[in-house]
């Protein structure tokens, strides 16, 4: 808990952020419900901030590299705005279409391939597989 919001590196982080009054945050002593209060009040921004307090306590002990709590809000923010930009979709509930495949009848090659892209453009990726059946 110290590491992520109590000490005064941390602290300074999550103050940009504008909790100098939130009670809730600075009080709370289980870190469970700290954590949980963090996502409910600030959803994937609280994740993104303690991991960036988290990867700049980490760079400082094991690489003397020194963050300022400006440029580790700043790269929380980055990757908040990375995160929501790929993933921000997600919530929009499709219906389910139930698929099914049935293996070929006699002696047959059967070749199954599958891409996917993340934007266009965007990266990709594809796949296949090749059966044969006697």
């Not at 990757?79 to 219906?95: A, E, I, W, Y």
Request: charged fraction near 20%; include cysteine; charge should be negative.
């Amino acid at each position: 808990m110290h590491c992520l919001r109590d000490c005064h590196k941390a602290a300074d982080v999550w103050l940009l952020l504008g909790l100098s009054n939130n009670l809730r945050f600075w009080q709370e002593q289980d870190v469970y419900i700290w954590i949980r209060n963090g996502i409910e009040d600030l959803n994937l921004l609280f994740i993104t901030t303690a991991w960036w307090i988290w990867r700049a306590r980490c760079d400082e002990s094991c690489a003397n590299h020194i963050l300022t709590a400006q440029v580790v809000f700043h790269h929380a923010k980055l990757l908040h705005d990375d995160v929501s930009r790929c993933f921000g979709q997600l919530r929009q509930h499709k219906p389910l279409r139930w698929v099914a495949w049935l293996p070929p009848m006699g002696e047959d090659v059967v070749l199954n391939v599958d891409g996917s892209s993340m934007g266009n453009p965007g990266q990709a990726g594809y796949g296949g597989s090749l059966g044969l059946w006697f």
